[in-house]
């Protein structure tokens, strides 16, 4: 899994943390109900995202509880219930599943087999209810690692196909805002593996393995390059947000799309500098 998709915490209101933390804890107890504790286990911070998106948009019927739980044994938090959350804490066991099956075949860690052995039950239950997501990660999957052994330098060859799966999982309905949910994951899509594997790239190379970035590399600019890509991404992603009607929790969104997700970069560019410099 990513996780690349996060607030900025700096430039949050204490009531919008708040809001996105019942978010958060909204979908971990979703996981808990629904998958058990190792559904609880694969929680992901870019499915989070994806939650206040179709909430903003939808806005479902919620409950709302304060509960304890193990990450805060020692003060209630707010957990938000609906089917929303529900819808993304199936797609975040679909998306588990895979990523540990395809990191077992890759590297033949046995750590992830016996992870993705133990969810196969959940994962069987909840791929029957989306056979059209679970058609759309299947493919993905088969279409990256023939781009993985072509060994493509095409940024949206590689890209683009996660940012098809991850339209096909932000489709909540076939209604009219289908078109522009797709457009949002699949931008979004794009930078998430396009940052994944600028993140990877010193790993990668050290293990001879595939990474698109591997070709630019040696451009002078290289990482301001990598930086204009990547904003290009969620220029466009943003642009097809900025079309849907939603006011709930809507700064807490532009927060994430136009700050939060370069957090991430930023501490992915610095890792890397220091890297080169040692």
Same mark, same amino acid.
């Given at each position: 899994?990513?996780?690349?998709?996060?607030?900025?915490?700096?430039?949050?209101?204490?009531?919008?943390?708040?809001?996105?933390?019942?978010?958060?804890?909204?979908?971990?107890?979703?996981?808990?109900?629904?998958?058990?504790?190792?559904?609880?286990?694969?929680l992901?911070?870019?499915?989070?995202?994806?939650?206040?998106?179709?909430?903003?948009?939808?806005?479902?019927?919620s409950?709302?509880?304060?509960?304890?739980?193990?990450a805060?044994?020692l003060?209630?938090?707010?957990?938000?219930?609906?089917?929303?959350?529900?819808?993304?804490?199936?797609?975040?066991? @679909?998306l =588990? $599943?895979?990523? +540990?099956?395809d990191d077992?075949?890759?590297?033949r860690?046995? !750590?992830? /087999?016996?992870s993705?052995?133990?969810l196969?039950?959940?994962?069987?239950?909840?791929?029957?209810q989306?056979?059209?997501?679970v058609?759309?990660?299947?493919e993905?999957?088969?279409?990256?690692?023939?781009?993985?052994?072509?060994?493509?330098?095409?940024?949206?060859?590689?890209?683009?196909?996660?940012?098809?799966?991850?339209?096909?999982?932000?489709?909540y309905?076939h209604?009219?805002?289908?078109?522009?949910?797709?457009?949002?994951?699949?931008?979004?899509?794009?930078f998430?593996?396009? @940052?994944? =594997? $600028?993140?990877d +790239?010193?790993?990668?190379k050290?293990?001879g393995?595939?990474? !698109?970035? /591997?070709?630019?590399?040696?451009?002078?600019?290289?990482?301001?390059?990598?930086?204009k890509?990547?904003?290009?991404?969620?220029?466009?992603?943003s642009?097809?947000?900025?079309?849907?009607?939603?006011?709930?929790?809507?700064?807490?969104?532009?927060?994430?799309?136009?700050a939060?997700?370069?957090?991430?970069?930023?501490?992915?560019?610095?890792?890397?500098?220091?890297?080169?410099?040692?």
């Amino acid at each position: 899994m990513f996780g690349y998709v996060v607030v900025n915490r700096d430039e949050l209101k204490i009531k919008e943390y708040r809001t996105y933390r019942s978010y958060y804890c909204g979908l971990c107890h979703a996981l808990r109900e629904r998958h058990g504790i190792r559904g609880q286990m694969t929680l992901n911070f870019d499915m989070v995202f994806l939650a206040l998106l179709l909430c903003g948009l939808y806005e479902p019927h919620s409950t709302r509880m304060r509960q304890r739980c193990i990450a805060h044994p020692l003060e209630k938090h707010e957990i938000r219930s609906n089917e929303v959350l529900d819808y993304v804490a199936d797609m975040n066991i @679909l998306l =588990a $599943y895979h990523n +540990l099956r395809d990191d077992w075949q890759d590297d033949r860690n046995v !750590v992830k /087999k016996v992870s993705s052995d133990l969810l196969r039950g959940r994962y069987r239950r909840t791929a029957a209810q989306y056979p059209e997501q679970v058609t759309g990660i299947v493919e993905y999957l088969r279409k990256l690692h023939r781009v993985e052994r072509a060994d493509s330098g095409n940024l949206d060859e590689a890209a683009g196909l996660t940012g098809e799966m991850m339209g096909t999982l932000f489709a909540y309905r076939h209604d009219e805002w289908e078109d522009s949910l797709r457009t949002i994951g699949f931008y979004l899509g794009k930078f998430i593996y396009l @940052l994944d =594997a $600028y993140d990877d +790239l010193a790993e990668d190379k050290k293990k001879g393995q595939y990474n !698109v970035w /591997k070709s630019y590399e040696h451009r002078d600019g290289f990482d301001d390059y990598v930086e204009k890509v990547l904003e290009m991404m969620m220029a466009e992603c943003s642009r097809e947000f900025e079309k849907l009607p939603i006011l709930q929790d809507v700064n807490l969104l532009r927060n994430i799309l136009y700050a939060g997700v370069f957090t991430r970069y930023t501490v992915c560019r610095k890792k890397r500098e220091e890297h080169n410099d040692g």
